[in-house]
């Protein structure tokens, strides 16, 4: 929350600016987000400690009321803390970016957008089996030397993100995560080391392969694979339990438990949102899961042996053995099997307290908001597994394959930080910055799909007290 404070410090320090006109073609302030740098409390997602299960399925974080829904698919050969459980983790991710433009030039002034997204802050999401350890960089004041912006004080943290979702936060050695300002501006630059420890409890090591640099030019905000001496981070995760992670590239390529037991990862890179690259797993014995891309028809496939070791490949080759499918829709075509039907709306419809600008050089508008998200799994034994959403992408209905469901009410408040400010051609408000919050309000439990009462109602929101425990029937095939 220091990092999120500083960030947002910077956007009003720079918005105090706007409206003033510039003898000369400023630069533009880079665009931000409160998740810049570090993930803020109100935002966490996946499954940190502490969490409450509602069932062996999903989970609610009553710090802040988030539900995330971890769909097992398959368990992976593998020995010890070596072997890999394959999940799905399926949660929104909302934030908000604020975006600088400029207006009424050649004497240009600087006028202030907003823009809600779904989408993670690390566009290199985690495989089903695999994390990856992502570089998030920031800093404090964006100063103006000769035309060029620069942060007066700048900060690299790395996150490490679980299949999960779950984020783990690490911090450099030498300063424990402290902004430095051996910045450009200051006639400087800072190295971090290689050394980086996490900051949960979790006493987990990183150490890099290489030095670790702040990026002081451009005012570089967010997050990537690619350190700022412009390779992809590589190191070691160590955990205290004697596991060691061999992460390649910024996704984990080996896994080895204290006694000597292997599992290995190839093909990782690549990935994005729905439309994964291929990853093989291997054991110390050799036996192979395969995790396929996505194909024309929307759908993915994890393979692995069956009971006679046969296995088939994911170009067809090979004897068929165990398979799972993941089925992939539109939001537009889900919400239009709903009754009554549904149809996406735009972002400034779903969050009308958010100002989004008009005027001179401004964004067009929103476009409706329409992802591609997991519709069905259909298991080994054929039994299968669907989701609902709601326009925001929330999981509404979660049925069971075993006839049964689960249902959720959501709620959610846009909070701005900071005080207003006159910007953009409009001449205002802008405010400092945006973060959305979403929390489930309500689960309830249906035996049977057809029920028209459900057999167990539970409130798991933030303040809301907890609901029993209650026993569900998803398996791992």
Not at 97 to 116: H, K, L, M, R, V
Not at 145 to 154: E, L, S
Not at 218 to 228: E, F, K, P, Y
């Amino acid at each position: 929350m220091r990092l999120l404070h500083s960030r947002l410090l910077s956007l009003g320090l720079w918005m105090m600016t706007v409206g003033f006109t510039w003898s000369q073609t400023p630069p533009t302030p880079p665009t931000m987000s409160p998740l810049d740098g570090t993930t803020p409390g109100i935002n966490t997602p996946g499954s940190p400690a502490g969490v409450y299960h509602l069932s062996s399925v999903d989970t609610v974080n009553h710090a802040n009321g988030h539900l995330n829904i971890r769909i097992p698919l398959a368990q992976a050969f593998g020995r010890g803390d070596a072997a890999a459980a394959l999940s799905m983790s399926v949660e929104s991710h909302w934030q908000v970016q604020t975006i600088s433009y400029q207006f009424n030039c050649p004497a240009c002034q600087i006028g202030t957008a907003y823009t809600p997204t779904n989408e993670s802050w690390e566009s290199n999401d985690p495989t089903f089996a695999q994390g990856v350890m992502a570089v998030r960089r920031s800093g404090d004041f964006c100063a103006v030397v000769d035309t060029q912006n620069y942060w007066t004080n700048a900060l690299t943290r790395l996150t490490y993100i679980g299949p999960d979702g779950t984020e783990h936060d690490f911090r450099d050695q030498l300063t424990g995560g402290v902004p430095e300002g051996r910045g450009a501006a200051n006639g400087g630059i800072f190295n971090r080391g290689k050394t980086f420890q996490a900051y949960d409890g979790s006493e987990a090591t990183f150490t890099s392969t290489t030095d670790v640099y702040d990026v002081r030019t451009d005012c570089s905000s967010g997050s990537s694979l690619v350190t700022s001496n412009g390779s992809l981070i590589s190191g070691t995760l160590q955990l205290k339990n004697g596991t060691t992670y061999t992460i390649t590239g910024g996704y984990v390529t080996q896994v080895e438990d204290r006694n000597g037991n292997l599992a290995s990862f190839v093909n990782p890179w690549g990935v994005s949102n729905g439309s994964y690259s291929q990853v093989q797993i291997t054991d110390a014995l050799n036996r192979q899961t395969s995790l396929c891309g996505l194909a024309a028809d929307g759908t993915r496939k994890i393979l692995y042996p069956d009971a006679n070791g046969h296995i088939a490949n994911c170009d067809g080759t090979g004897t068929p053995g165990h398979s799972v499918t993941l089925t992939y829709e539109s939001l537009s075509t889900l919400l239009s099997t709903l009754s009554p039907p549904q149809s996406p709306q735009s972002t400034s419809t779903l969050f009308p307290d958010i100002p989004f600008c008009s005027g001179i050089g401004c964004q067009t508008p929103p476009a409706p908001y329409d992802a591609s998200l997991l519709a069905k799994v259909t298991y080994a034994d054929q039994t299968i597994l669907t989701l609902s959403y709601d326009q925001y992408g929330n999981v509404t209905t979660l049925g069971l394959p075993t006839g049964g469901k689960y249902t959720y009410r959501y709620d959610h408040q846009v909070i701005h930080t900071g005080a207003t400010v006159p910007c953009g051609y409009s001449g205002g408000p802008c405010y400092q910055g945006f973060v959305i919050e979403f929390y489930v309000t309500e689960k309830d439990i249906y035996t049977n799909a057809t029920d028209a009462n459900p057999a167990q109602r539970g409130k798991p929101g933030k303040t809301r007290g907890k609901p029993g425990k209650t026993r569900d029937s998803i398996r791992k095939s």
